[in-house]
Each structure stands twice: as structure tokens, then as C-alpha cells.
């Protein structure tokens, strides 16, 4: 946790590490608050495990006349971009240039006498108008799109090069505040604050899928069994914070959604759901619910993939390699993996106030946070506890959900469909309901005619829960 007073120690509300590398430990960060500019930084990192970061300034940036609420940066031809959106409308795309803007000296000396000179000049490259609030931006992978989304309820895509506007979806549902872009290029996801999210076609720009609710079974957190009914998925708009972000993997396969909120009767239960590729596209059925005491509100994929762990049999995804992400909570930060059905990690009480947002390094060693009492804290982690990295990343179909099929008989709405990967998943026992939420005890196993192991007593404190 460097003690930099990033923005004046007013609240951050967004962070992003850049995917270009400039060194071994070293990473360009941006940072923007609730005041008016953004702010880029060089963090490095000493090779010894406890030796101190140092933090340096980098560029100061203005153009924004209001609080800005979330930046992002990306690549394109090798060169770099940065796109910011503020609480006015005001979207704008920033290019790294070498050159030295003619009015920026007179605009640093204005307004940021206190701050050294820019060692990076970034120039305005277009500026793009929503009606209201710019909520959250997504670049396209590997290309050259931006696609943003606001408090108007209108989605906008423009080509970054030349600010040509490429598609527009408009009615929206209420205040969107989300948006993640298909790695394989063929989906937009967004999600709302009143409870949906939507799946659209980032060719065409139509809506295939709107995703609220769910017929679910009987359903057993702990000791609480839950009705079988048709229940909403999502935190209604009581939930206050800045985004509800969803986040495919890089591997696009799985789709991952905070804001997960089952209600039964007196009781609420929290966490994100798992969505197979297909499913998320035809059905709208999660396959999988990830508990939490409290409401996560953003997920962030590691870029790297890693190799299976081979120690353990367990691999509920059928996935050939595992994906890590972390959730994000008002006051935590819970690692995950597609393999294992508990947390892998676990961060939390690192602030005072509410976390606001989060960003993976390209190489997965870092992990920054931000939050409303203005700092950042930044987590190192090691991947030698985690497994192999994997690379490249497989390649798979970008549309399996649209491969023509031999006709078969009808399923009932509550058969599981098959994902794309070919990798069967591992047996579940066959119940009406979920996996326990704290896993199963002795008793219940001795009653189904399983035999625990002595590992597998002590109960766990959170279990993924698979939907049959």
C-alpha cells in the first residue's frame, strides 16, 4: 500500500494496468478520481520478495471538465491508446505521442503547478458525446473498436482510429453500468442495475439474449433450503456501487457475472455465477453459482491460463487448462479458478472505505485496487503456488453456439446443454438440488453412501454450488 496521495486523496474510481510491458517489474498505471484529470504512473517492483515499491510520476492529463469514472488503455499497431469517460457524457480517446502537444505546457502550468513536467505526452485523439454519464469502456481484442456505455441507456461503438461510429444500440435497460467484449470477437455483455444483463452481437448490434431470472430447483446453502421457483438473478438497484462488470475468460469460454442475489424468504445469498459459452448465448442458464457472504459487483480475468493441477481430480468446468479471476466486494477481493470449487485466495479489510475497481497486469503478477479513501494497494502474486502457465492460449471456435445440429428429441428446460470444450466434466451425484453451500457433512455423506475421507471433514467456508 504506497503512500501516494494519487489524486489528492480524493476517491479513485478507476484503475488499469497497461498491457504493454516497459521492463521486468516495471508497469505504466493509470489512475483517475473524482477530480478532473488522469494520472500516469511507473510502479516497480524489486526481484527480493519484502523490498518496497517505488512509485513515479509519469504524465498528468487534462481535457475532462468532470469527475472521470472509468479509463482503460490498449494497443494498436504498436502504439497506445487510452480511453476515458467522465460523469458529463465526454468519452475520449487518447494517443501516446512523442511529440510535445503545443498547448499542453500552458495547460500544466494553469492548472497542476504543483506537479513535475510530463514525462509522456498524450494527445486528444477524439472526443465522442454520450447524452449522460459515461459508466464503463470495453476495447475491442485485438482490434481497433471502442465500445462504451452510459447513464442514457445507449451503447456506442467507434472505430478509435478515425472516431467513425461503427454501431449503436440504443434503449438499453436502466442505468448500464457493465460492458465486457467477447475475446473471440463475437458478443457484447452488459449488465444493469435493475437486475439484467444482456447479451449483443458486436457484428450486428441485435440483442440476442436478455438474462433476469431462472426457473431454479431446491436449492441447499447451509442449512437453509430454498424454494424451487422462478427467482430474478441479480442485486437490485439497492446494491450502491460504480460498475457491475462481467468478464469472459481469455480463452472465451466462460463468462463470469457478479451481482449474483438469491432471495428466500428471510434469507440472502450472494456471489457470482459461471456461465458456459453457449449457455449464456441461448439459454440464459448459469452453470454454476459462486458464494459469498456479501455482493460482488466485478470480475476480472487473469490473462494468463494456467496448466490443470494435476494433484487434484477435481475439475468441474471440463476445461483442458484453468482460468483465474478475482471478485470483487465492497471490502474483498476472492480468487477463483475454473478447477477447484472453492476460493484459491482471499484478500480483505486492506481499506477503510469501499473498493471501487481493479485491474490485472498482462503478465498475471499484479493485481491493483483502488478505493473511495483515495489509495491504491497492490498485490504481488506468485504463481509458483498456482501451477504452469499455459501459452499460447488455445484456440477455439468463435461461434459453437451456432454450429448446425442433427435433430434430436426435445429436453426439458432443466437438461444441462454441452459447452464447446471437448474435455468431459467430472461425475456430480445426481440430487434435486445444489452442492451444499459449506460442502457436505458426515452425516449426509453416510446417508447418500459415501465414505469421507479425514481431509474432508472439516466443513469448508464457501463451496462452489453446480446447477443440475
Known sequence: LPQISWHNRASLLSIDIDEHDIG???????TCSMEKEIRIWEITFKEEKDATSTVNFISNIVGHHN????IQFHSINDERYLASGDSEGLLIIWRLTDKVPDSEESLESKENADLPPNKEHWVKLKAIRHDSDVTCVAWQPNGTRLASIGRDNNLLVHDATNGKRVLSVFNLREFPNGITWDPLGRYLITQSTDRRMEVIDAVKGTKLQMIQSFDFPSLSFASHITDAKKTKLFYDDQMMSFKRLPSFSPCGQLLVVPCAHIESRDKNFYGCYVFKRRDAVTSGKPSWILPFSKATFLVKMCPVLMALDENSTENYSGLPHRVVWLALTDQALIFYDSQHSSPIAYVADVHYLKLTDASWSRDGSLVAVTSMEG???????SFDQWG?????????EATPEKKK????????SNAPLQSSPAPPTPKTPKTNSLLNFFGKNQQQKEI?????????????????????
Open 24 to 30: 521486468r517489474g516495471r508497469y505504466r498505471i493509470a
Open 67 to 70: 469527475s472521470i469514472n472509468t
Open 375 to 381: 489509495y491504491c494497494s497492490f498485490l504481488r502474486l
Open 388 to 396: 504452469l502457465k499455459v501459452s499460447p492460449i488455445p484456440s477455439f
Open 405 to 412: 445440429k442433427a435433430p434430436t428429441k426435445r429436453q426439458s
Open 448 to 468: 447418500e453412501g459415501e465414505t469421507p475421507s479425514p481431509s474432508e471433514r472439516p466443513k469448508k467456508r464457501i463451496k462452489l454450488i453446480t446447477l443440475d
